[in-house]
């Protein structure tokens, strides 16, 4: 059974930075794509970034491009979000999902694997 474990969020000021980290098991993760999401309160779910953990592709949603980073450690099945210039705005719970075809997608629905979420708070 795939599983998908966050961490790495937490409190912190405007301009700061965190790296989020997703741990995959169960599952052989070489041809999926692995997306980030986020929810603030009261909002629906928006994409983030994804990476293609075969050839490291990567897709973002343009208010996070040139600030976050997407990145994959192929050995520890992990995927990283590092999060830079961090705004009040970006204050949310993130996810990481799993898709199994590999593509690029920005579509929550057409995921397969969803963590538990880890929470951001930017302070301003």
């Known amino acids: 059974q795939v599983q998908l474990v966050e961490s790495g969020g937490g409190l912190v000021q405007a301009g700061d930075s965190l790296r989020l980290s997703c741990a995959a098991s169960g599952g052989t993760f070489s041809t999926y794509a692995m997306g980030w999401f986020r929810q603030a309160p009261g909002k629906e779910r928006e994409f983030v970034a994804v990476?293609?953990?075969?050839?490291?592709?990567?897709y973002y949603t343009n208010s996070v491009k040139g600030r976050f980073t997407i990145s994959r450690d192929n050995a520890k099945n992990t995927v990283y979000l590092q999060l830079n210039s961090l705004k009040p705005e970006d204050t949310a719970v993130y996810y990481c999902?799993?898709?199994?075809?590999?593509?690029?997608?920005?579509?929550?629905?057409?995921?397969?694997?969803w963590g538990q979420g880890t929470q951001v708070t930017v302070s301003s």
């Open positions: 999902a799993a898709e199994r075809s590999g593509a690029l997608l920005s579509t929550a629905r057409y995921y397969d694997y």
């Open positions: 990476i293609s953990w075969s050839d490291g592709k990567t």
